[in-house]
């Protein structure tokens, strides 16, 4: 499938109703609470957005995402991890989806406006950090040139779409969770071996439940 015609059935299909926290669910780590529950507690999260960025690339013949590597360095509870570009909302974003943007192109440098948005997903509550992060989905017409922040980024991990879909690909792994202050056995992906577990891959769990949708 082209990739215009894959964005815009995508497009498409993020307008409808999303899977939401049931598909979410099958990667989460410590079994926690819908996002609209820990809302309803009052416990007066963070926001945060991130963003799935999606772009054709010739030399793979499929559609990518890139995800990033946190720099071991980083202050705060995911230093080190797998997830998407993103961070927290600032008093200078216009919304979410401008936090989306802006720290896609501080984290691996790619001009936001080269990004069009087509959609979101469902909000996700991140208790250790007390984030609600909110997924929005772009696309590049054209395969970026990264330039990672070293300070925040240690890698980057161009994913194809196809890697996501394949049930191989989804396993467990032994993890130390700061929040359970032990190490568990949690579901991940394993995508040639870089395990993505925890909030992004909750994303990811519902992100490929969409895609699935398209015919």
Same mark, same amino acid.
Request: charged share 25%; glycine share 6%.
């Given at each position: 499938?082209?990739?215009?015609e894959?964005?815009?059935? &995508?497009?498409?299909?993020?307008?409808?109703? &999303?899977?939401?926290?049931?598909?979410?669910?099958?990667?989460?780590?410590?079994?926690?609470?819908?996002?609209?529950?820990? &809302?309803n507690?009052?416990?007066?999260?963070?926001?945060?957005?991130?963003?799935?960025?999606?772009?054709?690339?010739?030399?793979?013949?499929?559609i990518?995402?890139?995800?990033?590597?946190?720099?071991?360095?980083?202050?705060?509870n995911?230093?080190?991890?797998?997830?998407?570009?993103g961070?927290?909302?600032d008093?200078?974003?216009l /919304? &979410?989806?401008?936090?989306?943007?802006?720290?896609?192109?501080?984290?691996?440098?790619? /001009?936001?406006?080269?990004?069009?948005?087509?959609?979101a997903?469902?909000?996700l509550?991140?208790?250790?950090?007390?984030?609600?992060?909110?997924?929005?989905?772009g696309?590049?017409?054209? *395969?970026?040139?990264?330039?990672?922040?070293?300070?925040?980024?240690?890698?980057?991990?161009?994913?194809?779409?196809?890697?996501?879909?394949?049930?191989?690909? *989804?396993?467990?792994?032994?993890?130390?969770?700061?929040?359970?202050n032990?190490?568990?056995?949690?579901?991940?992906?394993?995508?040639?071996?870089?395990?993505?577990?925890?909030?992004?891959?909750?994303?990811?769990?519902?992100?490929t439940?969409?895609?699935?949708r398209? *015919?």
């Amino acid at each position: 499938m082209k990739f215009d015609e894959f964005a815009a059935k &995508l497009t498409f299909e993020l307008k409808k109703e &999303l899977p939401g926290f049931s598909v979410q669910n099958r990667m989460d780590p410590i079994g926690r609470k819908s996002a609209n529950e820990y &809302l309803n507690a009052n416990s007066s999260p963070k926001k945060s957005a991130v963003m799935i960025l999606l772009y054709p690339n010739v030399n793979v013949s499929d559609i990518q995402i890139v995800l990033i590597v946190r720099s071991e360095n980083e202050k705060g509870n995911h230093s080190g991890q797998i997830s998407f570009p993103g961070g927290g909302f600032d008093e200078t974003d216009l /919304d &979410l989806s401008a936090t989306a943007l802006r720290e896609t192109e501080e984290e691996i440098g790619v /001009d936001r406006r080269t990004i069009k948005i087509i959609g979101a997903l469902s909000s996700l509550y991140i208790p250790v950090s007390n984030y609600i992060v909110y997924p929005f989905v772009g696309i590049c017409n054209h *395969k970026p040139v990264f330039q990672k922040n070293i300070l925040e980024v240690d890698d980057l991990l161009e994913v194809e779409i196809k890697e996501l879909l394949l049930e191989k690909n *989804k396993t467990s792994s032994d993890i130390f969770l700061k929040l359970m202050n032990r190490t568990m056995n949690v579901p991940c992906y394993n995508i040639r071996g870089k395990i993505i577990w925890g909030a992004t891959a909750m994303i990811i769990s519902e992100f490929t439940e969409v895609i699935r949708r398209i *015919k």
